[in-house]
């Protein structure tokens, strides 16, 4: 069961890497090896650079997020902030995932119990309210 609940966690993970930055970017700004570091404690899976730092860049293209250089620490880092569109992109995002899991527990899918742990304070506030997941086979 144990694997079941980490697989779970892993997948949606990676569907929502990009909404689970923009979530972090906007309790504060952050560079990329802080949100490389809180993803891991967070979830307890490990998205490298070569992942993030792609990731941040296309968020900036696509305007949901800016950055600045911070040169007053010991070594230059690039600082991302969530700007206005991404925090549009992330209240529209809340409201997809709350209707799709109402939908799933209103359709008569059955629900598979899972142990719930406290929810994370550094975890995305969206994935805190997620207490089951569906029985997708039976």
Do not use: C
């Not at 968020?59 to 620490?73: F, H, T």
């Not at 709350?98 to 995305?124: C, D, H, M, R």
């Amino acid at each position: 069961m144990v694997n079941i609940q980490k697989e779970v966690q892993v997948k949606l993970t990676k569907g929502l890497i990009d909404m689970i930055v923009l979530q972090f970017l906007n309790g504060q700004p952050m560079h990329g090896y802080q949100i490389i570091t809180k993803i891991r404690k967070s979830f307890g899976v490990y998205f490298g650079p070569s992942t993030v730092y792609p990731l941040l860049s296309s968020l900036e293209k696509k305007g949901y997020v800016s950055s600045n250089w911070n040169m007053e620490s010991q070594r230059p880092r690039k600082v991302y902030k969530l700007t206005n569109e991404g925090q549009n992109l992330l209240n529209f995002t809340e409201n997809s995932l709350n209707l799709i899991v109402k939908t799933i527990g209103t359709n008569g899918i059955p629900k598979l119990e899972i142990e719930t742990k406290q929810p994370s304070a550094t975890a995305p506030h969206f994935l805190n309210k997620t207490k089951f997941i569906p029985a997708l086979t039976q």
